[in-house]
């Protein structure tokens, strides 16, 4: 069993800055990534990484592209998610997903393990 936790969200203004971090406890998983969702709307694919001994892979979502940062501390099981450039769109619950099948920047259903989530507000 994998247990995914996630923290740092917060409130922060448009233009700033946060860092998500999320810690799978439990083994390795092959990819790992991030998922946001808004009230009323599904869950959409925002970044992920997969690092194999033949490389890493990743791959980000077209509206967070060259704003976010996903990175991966394999010693420490933990996925990094950098924002910045903040802006008033990406308010959401970001969730961590980690699937030892998915491929980065595939839909949600490859992922077998979620957080619990975690809300970034961003204030215009």
């Known amino acids: 069993q994998v247990q995914l936790v996630e923290s740092g969200g917060g409130l922060v203004q448009a233009g700033g800055s946060l860092r998500l971090s999320c810690v799978a406890l439990?083994?390795?998983?092959?990819?790992m990534g991030w998922f946001r969702q808004v009230p009323g709307k599904e869950r959409d694919f925002v970044a992920a990484?997969?690092?194999?001994?033949?490389?890493?892979?990743?791959s980000y979502a077209g509206s967070v592209k060259g704003r976010f940062t996903i990175s991966r501390d394999n010693a420490k099981n933990t996925v990094y998610l950098q924002m910045n450039s903040l802006k008033s769109e990406d308010t959401a619950v970001y969730y961590c997903?980690?699937?030892?099948?998915?491929?980065?920047?595939?839909?949600?259903?490859?992922?077998?393990?979620w957080g619990q989530g975690t809300q970034v507000t961003v204030s215009s």
């Open positions: 997903a980690a699937g030892p099948k998915a491929t980065p920047g595939g839909p949600g259903y490859e992922y077998d393990y």
């Open positions: 439990g083994r390795t998983i092959y990819a």
């Open positions: 990484i997969a690092i194999s001994s033949s490389g890493s892979r990743i």
